[in-house]
Every structure is written in C-alpha cells, then in structure tokens.
C-alpha cells in the first residue's frame, strides 16, 4: 500500500501549475484576441482542438520547442506568455514593470485582471482593430473615452 508521502507527491504531480495555468490563459488571451479558433490554432501547430484547451487550463504543461511554436504562430515574444505574472508565481520587478521600459509611466496595479478576460472586451478589442482608417479608429477612441467617468 503506497504512502501518504508518496499518494500526496502523486496528487501534487498531476494537479495544474499555477504557472501553466497563466500561461495557458495568456495563451488563450492572444488567440482570442487575434479571432482564432482553438481548432485553427491547432492546425497550425499540428495538434487537436482538445489539446489546445488543455494547454490554456494549465491541464498539459508547454514545453519550450511548443512555447516556441505558439509564439511564432500568436505573433508575440516569448515573454508575452509571462507578462502579469503575479509574484506569488514567481513575476519579478523587471516583468511587472516592463511597460515603463516601453513609454508606459505607470503601471496598472489596480487594474481588474478578469476585465482583460471577458468575452465583451475581446470582441470590443478585434472590433476596434477591425476599422481600416487610422483617423476614424482614433475618433472612436475618443468618443469611448469622453463617455467614460472621469478619474
């Protein structure tokens, strides 16, 4: 009869990473965002629908040469898949601080997480990219921002 050591390392190995499952919803995040379904997604890297969705739950770990793949097929860096990461997971000063090396002065720490996930703000998102004329995207980004409460 095994041991409670080695039943709990057992159940240990099998429950998701808290790091995958970040990286899974990262990997989910740019796949939405781009419009591409699990399965298209799949096709180009030679895999099913289903494993896609075990790799955005965290199910299935991502390996570097995979890693590698969905960030050539997502079109962003490697780092993208890490980028929010909470300290608790490991998320250092240099990650979470990244936008200031990119002009951003301030950071986003009251910033809602889930805001960035639901469905409505991936489809408001492809919808703005979707206008063609830079003047006309500009005016709507505007206009959303006078009609938003002021901070």
Partial sequence: MPSDDTMER???EHRASPID???GTRVR???TLLG???EKL???LGLTFQQIQKYERGVNRIGASRLFDLARVLDVPIGFFFDDMSPELGGNAATRSRGAAFGFAEGQEGFEDDTLHRRETL???RAYYRI???SVRKR???LIKTLSPSE
């Fill in 10 to 12: 057992v159940e240990r």
């Fill in 42 to 44: 799949g096709e180009a």
């Fill in 140 to 142: 709507v980004f505007d």
């Fill in 21 to 23: 499952v970040h990286v």
């Fill in 36 to 38: 591409m379904s699990q």
């Fill in 123 to 125: 489809e408001l998102v």
């Fill in 132 to 134: 063609t004329d830079p």
């Fill in 29 to 31: 995040l740019r796949r």
